[in-house]
Every structure is written in C-alpha cells, then in structure tokens.
C-alpha cells in the first residue's frame, strides 16, 4: 500500500492564517508565513502526528477526528504495516483559523476488548445527545472489523462496545446524516484495507499480496460498501451494498481506471440536493467525487476535489461551518515520512453548476 509519490503543483487560493495545536492544553502558536511555503496550507497539529482527519459541526464548534500516527518498528509495506497507531485524540476549534483545542487521548486499543491492533482512520456521529465514534483495528486473527464507541460528548473520552459491528468488515467509516434524520456509514479500502478479500460480504482470502483480488484492469472496480444505520447507531441496519461509481456513459468504472477508481477513504456530504460522493484513489494519489440523486447512489464521476499531496496517502473529510464548505485533509510537511502525516484544512468551492473546484495543495 506504500510506495511514496510526490508531486509539485500549481498556485490556487491561500487558507487565511491558522494556529498549530500544542498539546492538552489550548496555546496559540505563530505559523511559518504560507507566502514562503511550498505547501498551500499549514499543518493544524504540531506537537503529534496526525492523519485521516473527519471534521463535523457540533455544538457549533468544528471537531476533528484524526487517526494518531506513531513511529513503528514494523517494516513498510504496500499492506500499511507500518501504520500501526494504537489511540485516537479529539480536537476542536470555535472557528477556522481558530486556536485548537486537544481534548486528550479519547480511546485506546487496550480498551477494545475485541481490537488487537492498527486502529486506522475514524469517524464520529451524533444522535440525540450521544457522540458515536466509529473506528476500524484489525482483530486477534489480523482481519479488520469495524467498531463503535459512545460519549456523553463530542470530546469524548469514549467506551467501546465489547464486539465490532456485525456484517461490517475492512477500513475507513464514514457517517452521513441526511436532512430527515436517517444515518448512512460508508466504508472500505483495498490493498490493505482488505475490501478485495471479499465477495457478497463473506470474507474470502485472496493470497497475501495488495493486489491479489483485485478485479482485472478491464472489469469493474471494487466499489466501496455502505448500508443505513439502525436506530440506536450501534449496528447496520441492513446488509452491506456496494456503492457504483459510474462514468459519464453510465459504465462502472473499471479496475484499471487507477485515476478515478476507489481505492479508500469514502466521504458523503450533500449539497443543494445532490449528493456527493469523494474517496481516494490510493495509488494515484487524487481525492475525486461523483454525485447523485440519492444516498445509495448511483454516483457519477465528476473529477478531483484535490490533487495529490506530498506524501503518499490521501484522506479527508467535507464540512459546512457558517455558510462556508471546507476541505480537511493531510500531508508529510512535519516528517517527511509516510508513516508521520499531518492534518490541514482549506477552504472549498463549489461552483454555480454544483461541480467543485480543484485545490493544488503545492506550491511551484
């Protein structure tokens, strides 16, 4: 899953200026001018290595739920071995370019009784005065499932349920709330994440490689799953489906469509009655989107939210604060290393026809 690719890109709109986190307790930290950088946006973590961040409004705050990167004595490898974080941190801020607030460790992998390792990127949800946080770790047999945790509030800290979510099964949860309440969660990654060793939902190995079970480059992609929460938010409320990702002549997007095909990193956010559908292609590096009419799709290929960053893995989340849509995502601009990434944000646009503009996240 970790071969590394970097690519410089062109100028585009620059965040206004933003404050780096120093730990537990809130601080306001001046940032290296973004007129000098290279990088469009600064990092909104400083003092930890932070990745994957999934961003929501609650409260009328903006909260943020990375996944928690950590050095590793585990060899890289194209399965993200050498992913293997082991905790989640809540932040939060009044506003963009707000000082950030680090609420502490809010879940361990000690405290899952069912999760033994690599607890990859999360997301929260809210329903009647509970916080819900959803997490993929792999199990005792190094298969990954995907969990729930329950708060009191958005911050947490939160308590895992002693068993992951049934029929659920590879990485990245994403939780969609629709305008009449109804809660989706989309999911899956490949390579890795482990979506190819699955066919009907049914776990099926495919050899040990990143590749093997993946369809042929001339048959359609593997798509990522999704299925409408039950009522209490702890399990699905229907089988998993897989979601298609279509072209413009309504073919599905094949397998060997690397810049347009999903690879991870599944996000819906709705806009003007569409819905819009952005994941990650992995090996390429783009965070693309497609749209539709409802929230089981079809979805239709559009084109990139944003190109690749330095770095090579790409994950982000979409989110309204005060009539303004933003883009959260992360880079290496700390380490320069794969393994150590840091959350950022920047400002989106959607155009007057509902497509979204393309942010270059580097400079020249």
Same mark, same amino acid.
């Given at each position: 899953m970790?071969?590394r690719?970097?690519?410089?890109?062109?100028?585009?709109?620059l965040?206004?200026?933003?404050?780096?986190?120093?730990?537990?307790?809130t601080?306001?930290?001046?940032?290296?001018?973004?007129?000098?950088?290279k990088?469009l946006?600064?990092?909104?973590?400083s003092d930890?290595?932070?990745a994957?961040?999934? /961003?929501? =409004?609650f409260?009328? &705050?903006?909260y943020?739920?990375?996944?928690?990167?950590? #050095?590793? @004595?585990? %060899?890289e490898?194209?399965?993200?071995?050498h992913?293997?974080?082991?905790?989640?941190?809540?932040?939060?801020?009044?506003?963009?370019?707000?000082?950030?607030?680090?609420?502490?460790?809010v879940?361990?992998? /000690?405290? =899952?009784a069912w999760? &033994?390792?690599q607890?990859?990127?999360?997301?929260?949800a #809210?329903? @009647?005065g %509970?916080?819900?946080l959803?997490?993929?770790?792999k199990?005792?047999?190094?298969?990954?499932?995907?969990?729930?945790?329950v708060?009191?509030?958005p911050?947490?800290?939160?308590?895992?349920?002693p068993?992951?979510?049934?029929?659920?099964?590879?990485?990245?949860?994403?939780?969609?709330?629709?305008?009449?309440?109804?809660?989706f969660?989309?999911w899956?990654?490949?390579?890795?994440?482990?979506?190819?060793?699955?066919?009907?939902?049914k776990?099926q190995?495919?050899g040990?490689g990143?590749?093997?079970?993946?369809?042929?480059p001339d048959?359609?992609?593997l798509?990522?799953?999704?299925?409408?929460?039950a009522?209490d938010?702890m399990?699905?409320?229907?089988?998993?489906k897989?979601?298609?990702?279509l072209?413009?002549?309504?073919?599905?997007i094949?397998?060997?469509?690397?810049?347009?095909?999903?690879?991870?990193?599944?996000w819906?956010?709705?806009y003007?009655g569409k819905y819009?559908?952005?994941?990650?292609?992995?090996?390429?590096h783009?965070i693309?989107?497609?749209?539709?009419?409802?929230p089981?799709?079809?979805?239709?290929?559009?084109?990139?939210v944003l190109n690749?960053?330095q770095?090579?893995?790409n994950h982000h989340?979409i989110?309204?604060?005060e009539g303004?849509w933003?883009?959260?995502?992360h880079?290496?601009?700390?380490?320069?290393k794969?393994?150590?990434?840091?959350?950022?944000?920047?400002?989106?646009?959607?155009?007057?026809?509902?497509t979204?503009?393309?942010?270059?996240?580097?400079?020249k």
């Amino acid at each position: 899953m970790k071969t590394r690719l970097e690519k410089t890109l062109l100028l585009t709109a620059l965040l206004p200026f933003v404050i780096f986190s120093c730990g537990p307790k809130t601080e306001e930290k001046a940032v290296e001018s973004t007129e000098t950088s290279k990088f469009l946006n600064p990092p909104l973590i400083s003092d930890l290595f932070t990745a994957d961040p999934s /961003a929501h =409004v609650f409260e009328g &705050k903006i909260y943020i739920y990375p996944s928690h990167d950590v #050095e590793s @004595d585990v %060899k890289e490898d194209d399965m993200g071995a050498h992913f293997n974080m082991v905790d989640y941190h809540v932040y939060s801020m009044e506003k963009p370019g707000g000082v950030i607030t680090d609420h502490g460790k809010v879940l361990d992998v /000690a405290d =899952v009784a069912w999760a &033994k390792r690599q607890m990859w990127a999360p997301d929260a949800a #809210e329903k @009647d005065g %509970k916080y819900f946080l959803y997490f993929p770790a792999k199990d005792a047999n190094d298969i990954f499932k995907i969990g729930v945790a329950v708060s009191d509030e958005p911050y947490g800290p939160f308590v895992a349920n002693p068993e992951p979510m049934k029929g659920t099964f590879s990485i990245d949860p994403a939780v969609f709330k629709d305008d009449d309440g109804s809660y989706f969660m989309y999911w899956g990654g490949i390579w890795g994440g482990q979506l190819q060793q699955y066919r009907d939902g049914k776990h099926q190995p495919v050899g040990a490689g990143p590749t093997d079970g993946i369809p042929a480059p001339d048959q359609p992609s593997l798509m990522p799953q999704m299925a409408k929460l039950a009522d209490d938010m702890m399990e699905l409320a229907e089988a998993a489906k897989p979601v298609q990702i279509l072209d413009s002549l309504g073919n599905p997007i094949l397998a060997g469509d690397n810049n347009r095909r999903f690879f991870e990193a599944a996000w819906m956010h709705k806009y003007n009655g569409k819905y819009y559908l952005s994941y990650s292609t992995g090996d390429t590096h783009f965070i693309a989107y497609a749209t539709g009419d409802n929230p089981y799709g079809p979805f239709t290929y559009q084109g990139v939210v944003l190109n690749p960053v330095q770095g090579w893995t790409n994950h982000h989340s979409i989110v309204e604060f005060e009539g303004k849509w933003y883009l959260f995502y992360h880079d290496t601009e700390l380490a320069n290393k794969t393994h150590l990434r840091n959350i950022k944000m920047t400002e989106l646009v959607h155009n007057e026809d509902g497509t979204i503009q393309t942010i270059e996240p580097m400079r020249k």
